[in-house]
């Protein structure tokens, strides 16, 4: 612990002194350790990451590197009440059934083979983490294949490494999928509808292809699956059970969150009908649904609030956001991007396979939200220097959610179901024995990705 410490506050020291050598003034020095710190504790002290983003703002608070006015104006609160409404939505789901509900439709299906309960248990992943969030849609997916597996008497890591796998991909391909997907349609003024034309034929195509490489990496252990579903079919108790209909309280649940998400999905029309400011509905709509949420469960209004809005998650990105923001303020943005466009040159193309591949491969050892962060106050400072901005947010968003796939560490997704795995069956993954699945399935991910951001036209307008 100790060590960590030390170790943490020399590189950042380490970090502000070369900040100074490259000819920063003691604000950007300060300013651009203190950032250091902050990103570096999520690697080192996980657990304590919302600590040192409190720590950090208030040092460039006192130094005098930025202002609370300042502060408050880059913590992306827009983001913020989204990531709010939409977590009471999900707890309103949750409450209803919803989720027991559609996890079961899979094991409805007659003479279901190991093959099929992989295909749809990563498409019903990919499909929930793109209709909420990632993080809501892994804590459901783990639980059903934690379930599953014991029933079926199964080790539950390969069915669970791939729900994973397929969660990270499908969270690229609406804006509402992750944080990250949020954060950059706020920064890149980007819609749903763009999300929809741009990103969701990528996540399509990748999520076929990772579902291929699953099946064929899990042959064996799927064979082992087929074998023991096949006694199962014969078990009608079982079936009864996963053939019980959503009651009403169910059905008003997904009436309200559908309104929603077709409130979400028609933002830029409604916004351009009314007059109103860019992206303005896209932000609100589920502060708006979420209090329909609540008046329609009043008595768990309340719970909602308290239990299932991830407040440490949303303290952490507000001050990571407002340090984020100050970089870019004091310049220290803009100075990186004209040392990239000095060293690589002003190309989209190749500027968008840097963005991608960099981001990707960060993303595998800290957290992707963390990298989109560090990365946005860089790419909006290429503006200034007449870059076409639009590939190279597809390229962040593609990168980070992708690289997210390589390590346990990759993503929030990963980092939960790890943990619920641990806490609840006493298993722990081995680093080698996520990493050369991740590995393959996030490379050849990025790989794609790139082809389509350098060379389709759609992705530069």
């Known amino acids: 612990m100790r060590f960590k410490i030390f170790l943490l506050a020399l590189v950042s020291i380490l970090i502000g002194y070369l900040g100074s050598w490259w000819g920063f003034d003691i604000h950007q020095a300060i300013a651009i350790a203190v950032f250091s710190m902050s ?13 040192f983003v409190f720590i950090g703002t208030g040092i460039l608070l006192l130094t005098r590197s930025t202002d609370i006015e300042h502060v408050l104006r880059f913590a992306s609160l827009d983001v913020i009440f989204f990531l709010i409404g939409m977590m009471i939505l999900v707890g309103l789901l949750k409450d209803a059934g919803f989720f027991f509900w559609i996890t079961s439709l899979p094991l409805r299906i007659k003479k279901l083979t190991g093959i099929k309960l992989f295909i749809l248990l990563m498409a019903i992943s990919a499909f929930l983490s793109c209709l909420m969030d990632e993080v809501t849609s892994i804590i459901v997916m783990t639980k059903v294949v934690l379930d599953i597996s014991d029933f079926l008497e199964i080790t539950p890591v390969p069915l669970l490494i791939s729900c994973v796998l397929a969660t990270n991909i499908g969270s690229t391909g609406t804006v509402i999928g992750n944080p990250i997907g949020v ?6 003024n980007l819609t749903f509808e763009d999300f929809i034309s741009r990103s969701m034929p990528v996540t399509i195509v ?12 899990y042959r064996n252990y799927i064979k082992e699956v087929s074998r023991v579903l096949s006694t199962c079919n014969e078990d009608k108790t079982f079936l009864y059970l996963m053939s019980i209909s959503p009651d009403a309280r169910t059905k008003v649940g997904m009436g309200i969150f559908a309104a929603a998400i077709l409130c979400i999905a028609l933002h830029h ?4 009908l009314f007059g109103l400011e860019e992206n303005t509905l896209l932000l609100m709509a589920p502060l708006i649904f979420a209090g329909v949420a609540m008046i329609y469960r009043h008595d768990k209004a309340r719970h909602f609030i308290e239990k299932d809005i991830e407040w440490n998650s949303l303290l952490f990105f507000m001050f990571l956001f407002a340090m984020a923001g100050t970089i870019r303020y004091i310049g220290i943005a803009d100075f990186f991007a004209m040392k990239i466009v000095k060293n690589i040159g002003n190309s989209p193309g190749l500027l968008s396979g840097v963005v991608l591949f960099s981001s990707g491969i960060i993303s595998s050892m800290l957290d992707n939200v963390v990298v989109v962060a560090s990365y946005i106050p860089v790419i909006k400072s290429l503006q200034t220097l007449h870059v076409n901005m639009t590939p190279l947010w597809w390229a962040l968003l593609f990168g980070a959610c992708y690289g997210g796939n390589i390590t346990l560490i990759g993503s929030t997704a990963n980092i939960v179901a790890i943990g619920i795995l641990e806490k609840e069956r006493k298993i722990k993954i081995g680093f080698l024995e996520w990493f050369w699945v991740g590995l393959t399935v996030g ?15 759609i992705y530069k307008t």
């Open 206 to 217: 990748i999520l076929i292809i990772t579902i291929a490489i699953v099946l064929y990496w």
């Open 183 to 188: 954060l950059i349609a706020a920064r890149g």
């Open 39 to 51: 990103i570096l504790s999520t690697l080192f002290f996980w657990e304590f990451r919302v600590s």
């Open 269 to 272: 029309r409604i916004e351009s």
């Open 443 to 457: 490379i050849i991910s990025m790989i794609i990705a790139a082809a389509a951001v350098i060379l389709l036209p």
